[in-house]
């Protein structure tokens, strides 16, 4: 078992920043891969951006490239994501999502709101 816990979120002018934060829990050593979707009103949930939790490697969705960094502090078991330059597009549920091996499972955290607006 896994559990994520996200925080971070909230309301932002166009153009500002966030820094989402997911603290991860529970049996970490089998996460291979850990993951932020967005899920916007009347949207399916998409992937925004992944990371190896071996090596680090890193993948994001073209919508966000070179505005979102996703990272990892490893001896926190804590995954962040920043986000610059938002956009009203941005606006969504932001969830964190943790791939785990064997098994192929993905865990879920709760979703954490982010709005951008003036």
């Known amino acids: 078992q896994v559990q994520l816990v996200e925080s971070g979120g909230g309301l932002v002018q166009p153009g500002g920043s966030l820094r989402l934060a997911c603290a991860a829990s529970g049996n970490i050593f089998s996460i291979s891969v850990m993951a932020w979707y967005r899920q916007a009103p009347g949207k399916q949930r998409e992937l925004v951006a992944a990371?190896?939790?071996?090596?680090?490697?890193?993948s994001y969705a073209d919508s966000v490239k070179g505005r979102f960094t996703i990272s990892r502090d490893n001896a926190e078991n804590t995954v962040y994501l920043q986000m610059n330059s938002l956009k009203s597009e941005d606006t969504a549920v932001y969830y964190c999502?943790?791939?785990?091996?064997?098994?192929?499972?993905?865990?879920w955290g709760q979703g954490t709101q982010v709005t951008v607006s003036s």
């Open positions: 990371i190896t939790t071996s090596g680090g490697s890193t």
């Open positions: 999502n943790a791939l785990v091996t064997p098994t192929l499972y993905h865990y």
